[in-house]
């Protein structure tokens, strides 16, 4: 029976529920925001004492020597998709002539429009 009033008081204050800042909540002061993907490499580098690029290829390599097919499939996929984004970035850079030409196509938009609403 004592337990049942205990679990009652222990429940039976409402919260306000609208969230807010909690006492202790959150990250500490002088601790960094993140990691950061050049400070994991370095670490990695430090450790295996050559650039992680190296062991990766060593680690690809491993692979196809064991045919290891999922793990090939996996790095496949890994070097697959840093290709295909950095080929994605390549192609977003705005040089001076599409510049321009995105330039004119607004101008002449631009008149088009004046000109349908001149009529």
């Keep these: 029976m004592e337990e049942q009033t205990e679990k009652k008081r222990r429940y039976s204050v409402k919260s306000s ?3 807010g800042a909690r006492p ?3 990250r ?3 601790q960094p925001n993140k990691i950061s993907a050049a400070t994991i490499l370095e670490q990695v580098m430090n450790q295996l004492g050559r650039p ?4 990766l290829v060593e680690n690809y390599m491993n692979c196809l020597a064991n045919q290891d097919m999922n793990m ?3 790095y496949d996929k890994l070097f697959l998709s840093k290709v295909v984004a950095d080929k994605v970035e390549v192609d977003m850079r705005v ?3 599409v510049l321009e030409s995105k330039k004119q196509a607004f101008i002449a938009a ?6 349908k609403e001149a009529q």
């Design 24 to 26: 202790n909540a959150g």
């Design 52 to 55: 992680f690029e190296e062991q």
């Design 72 to 74: 090939i499939h996996q």
């Design 110 to 115: 631009m008149n088009a429009m004046s000109k």
């Design 95 to 97: 040089t001076e002539d």
């Design 28 to 30: 500490r002061k002088g």
């Design 17 to 19: 529920g609208r969230g």
